[in-house]
């Protein structure tokens, strides 16, 4: 994938993963054991990920999407799942990784809301056990296209979770189809969230013309931002919600390869890093999906700094700045 010696930069740089969707970041070798595992299901590889130089729309990729939870929906799937990625992390030198996941239930399996989440959190502890090089959190996500309903079930799983995971769940994600419901509808639910210490990210402006609906939310406001495509007036954004961003210092999670094969972003060097790098304001650079995308955390520094003619020590210092945007409360080990 990257050539030795830069290869090897960006793999070593320790890294924070802030922005991972848990099903969207399953890996071919993992994909084949779940498929193996299931072959009535007649799922092949090349249904669950966007190869190289392919793109997709936004909406084909959440087809993608119900192909993988049909391979994920035992508590066995999610242990195997939750365990792979976060050594897949590990070994491409990330020190400390938020995890994120939508709370699914199967009737078919007996799969439960609240068992999902015991599963993930029980990936983490063996993780921590095997004495991986890595400090996991995890976020609840709600998905959008679920409802206000759905979404306050999730915010008191949240709640229940935050105290007594042993501070291993720390917040709530906004994601699913950007394209499906209205962000104001989910105000109250998300507001009582942070009302009760949960940290918040929300996906924000990953389409265009959501300026009203970006406008209510960053009035709460999040904790963090997840991709904010369409913040800026030169996409259809406005000055305003840029000045939202920034007066509040709301750190935004920026995610290239997902954005250029989903076709929110023309290209690379397009991609709205730039604008936000150039204004000095907190960019994280994050996977998204990494099993979906065909991509890893080391490759999006890399692509990031050949894109944007970043040194060597610009990168070390995105990464280090990463830190400070973390939902754990803190950062047990020095990056160095
Ligand atoms: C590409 N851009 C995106 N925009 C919005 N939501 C996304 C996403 N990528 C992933 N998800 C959200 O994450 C779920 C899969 O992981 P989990 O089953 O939760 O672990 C998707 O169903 C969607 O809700
Ligand atoms: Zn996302």
Same mark, same amino acid.
């Given at each position: 994938?990257?050539?030795?010696?830069?290869?090897?930069?960006?793999?070593?740089?320790?890294?924070?993963?802030?922005?991972?969707?848990?099903?969207?970041?399953?890996?071919?070798?993992?994909?084949?054991?779940?498929?193996?595992?299931?072959?009535?299901?007649?799922?092949?590889?090349?249904?669950? *990920?966007?190869?190289?130089?392919?793109?997709?729309?936004?909406?084909?990729?959440?087809?993608?999407?119900?192909?993988?939870?049909?391979?994920?929906?035992?508590?066995?799937?999610?242990?195997?799942?939750?365990?792979?990625?976060?050594?897949?992390?590990?070994?491409?030198?990330?020190? +400390?990784?938020?995890?994120?996941?939508?709370?699914?239930?199967?009737?078919?399996?007996?799969?439960?809301?609240?068992? +999902?989440?015991?599963?993930?959190?029980?990936?983490?502890?063996?993780?921590?056990?095997?004495?991986?090089?890595?400090?996991?959190?995890?976020?609840?996500?709600?998905?959008?296209?679920?409802?206000?309903?759905? *979404?306050?079930?999730?915010?008191?799983?949240?709640?229940?979770?935050?105290?007594?995971?042993?501070?291993?769940?720390?917040?709530?994600?906004?994601?699913?189809?950007?394209?499906?419901?209205?962000?104001?509808?989910?105000?109250?639910?998300?507001?009582?969230?942070?009302?009760?210490?949960?940290?918040?990210?929300?996906?924000?402006?990953?389409?265009?013309?959501?300026?009203?609906?970006?406008?209510?939310?960053?009035?709460?406001?999040?904790?963090?931002?997840?991709?904010?495509?369409?913040?800026?007036?030169?996409?259809?954004?406005?000055?305003?919600?840029?000045?939202?961003?920034?007066?509040?210092?709301?750190?935004?999670?920026?995610?290239?390869?997902?954005?250029?094969?989903?076709?929110?972003?023309?290209?690379?060097?397009?991609?709205?890093?730039?604008?936000? +790098?150039?204004?000095?304001?907190?960019?994280?650079?994050?996977?998204?999906?990494?099993?979906?995308?065909?991509?890893?955390?080391?490759?999006?520094?890399?692509?990031?700094?050949?894109?944007?003619?970043?040194?060597?020590?610009?990168?070390?210092?995105?990464?280090?700045?990463?830190?400070?945007?973390?939902?754990?409360?803190?950062?047990?080990?020095?990056?160095?």
């Amino acid at each position: 994938m990257m050539d030795n010696e830069a290869g090897a930069f960006y793999r070593k740089l320790p890294k924070v993963e802030l922005h991972a969707h848990l099903n969207g970041s399953v890996s071919v070798q993992t994909m084949e054991k779940l498929i193996s595992r299931k072959p009535h299901l007649n799922i092949k590889h090349s249904m669950t *990920a966007i190869g190289k130089g392919q793109r997709r729309t936004l909406d084909e990729c959440f087809q993608v999407f119900k192909v993988i939870h049909q391979l994920v929906d035992t508590e066995e799937d999610i242990l195997t799942v939750a365990t792979d990625v976060i050594r897949e992390f590990a070994a491409d030198g990330v020190k +400390y990784l938020e995890l994120r996941s939508t709370p699914r239930e199967e009737k078919n399996t007996g799969l439960t809301k609240k068992s +999902y989440v015991e599963t993930v959190i029980k990936a983490i502890q063996q993780c921590k056990n095997e004495g991986l090089d890595i400090d996991v959190r995890f976020l609840l996500a709600i998905d959008r296209r679920n409802g206000t309903e759905v *979404a306050m079930e999730t915010v008191e799983l949240a709640e229940e979770f935050m105290l007594s995971s042993d501070g291993l769940v720390v917040g709530l994600d906004l994601s699913g189809d950007p394209t499906v419901g209205h962000g104001k509808d989910l105000l109250p639910v998300l507001q009582r969230a942070k009302n009760c210490g949960l940290k918040l990210s929300l996906h924000l402006s990953e389409v265009p013309s959501q300026l009203e609906e970006s406008d209510l939310l960053l009035n709460l406001p999040p904790d963090r931002i997840g991709h904010g495509t369409f913040l800026h007036p030169e996409v259809g954004g406005s000055q305003s919600l840029v000045d939202k961003v920034l007066k509040n210092n709301i750190p935004l999670e920026l995610c290239l390869t997902s954005n250029v094969k989903g076709k929110t972003v023309p290209s690379y060097s397009k991609h709205h890093f730039k604008y936000w +790098y150039q204004l000095g304001h907190p960019s994280v650079i994050c996977t998204d999906d990494k099993g979906v995308f065909c991509t890893d955390l080391s490759q999006e520094y890399q692509l990031a700094a050949t894109t944007f003619s970043l040194s060597r020590e610009a990168v070390w210092q995105l990464s280090q700045q990463a830190i400070d945007c973390i939902f754990g409360p803190e950062m047990p080990l020095v990056l160095q």
